[in-house]
C-alpha cells in the first residue's frame, strides 16, 4: 500500500535502536594462526629429536677408537679390549686372518691372575692389525 497523498506515516513503536556487536574475529584468527605455528613448531622439535635419536652410527669408527685408547700399562685389559673390539672389526678376509693371528698372541695374557708385560710381537701384530683397520675404515 503506496500512500497516494503526502500523508506522514506513523512512527513505528517497538523498535529498538541498532545495537554495536562486538567483533572478536581478528582475536580468533590470530589466535587459531597461533596455535597453528606452536602446533608445527612442536611437530618440527619432535620429528627432528626423532631423527637426531635414531640416525645410524658408524659403529666402527668407535670401535676403532677404542683400540687406539688401549692402554698397555695393564695388559689383561689391553688383551680383552683388543679381543672385544677386534672382533667386531674383523668383517673381510684380510682383517679376519689378522685378527686370527693376533688372538692367540693375546691369549697369553688373558685367564690367568698374574700377566708380565706385552711382548714386542704382540704389539707388532696389533699396530698392523689396526693399521689395516685404519685403511678400511
Keep these: 500500500m503506496r500512500p497516494e497523498n503526502n ?3 506513523p512512527p513505528i513503536k517497538d523498535i529498538k535502536p541498532m545495537v554495536q556487536i562486538p567483533d572478536h574475529s581478528l582475536w580468533l584468527y590470530w589466535g587459531a594462526v597461533a596455535l597453528g605455528v606452536l602446533i ?32 698397555w700399562h695393564d695388559p689383561k685389559e ?3 679390549t683388543i679381543t ?14 689378522l685378527f686370527s693371528q693376533l688372538l692367540p698372541l693375546l691369549e697369553r695374557y688373558k685367564y690367568r ?3 708380565g708385560p706385552v711382548d ?16 678400511s675404515v
Design 113 to 115: 691372575k698374574e700377566v
Design 40 to 71: 608445527l613448531a612442536g611437530a618440527v622439535f619432535l620429528l627432528i629429536r626423532w631423527i637426531l635419536a635414531h640416525r645410524h652410527v658408524n659403529r666402527a669408527k668407535e670401535y676403532l677408537e677404542a683400540l687406539h685408547r688401549v692402554d
Design 7 to 9: 500523508m506522514t506515516l
Design 120 to 135: 714386542e710381537e704382540t704389539r707388532r701384530r696389533f699396530e698392523l692389525y689396526r693399521q689395516v683397520c685404519d685403511e
Design 78 to 80: 689391553a688383551a680383552y
Design 84 to 97: 672385544r673390539y677386534g672382533r667386531l672389526l674383523a668383517t673381510d678376509e684380510r682383517r679376519k686372518e
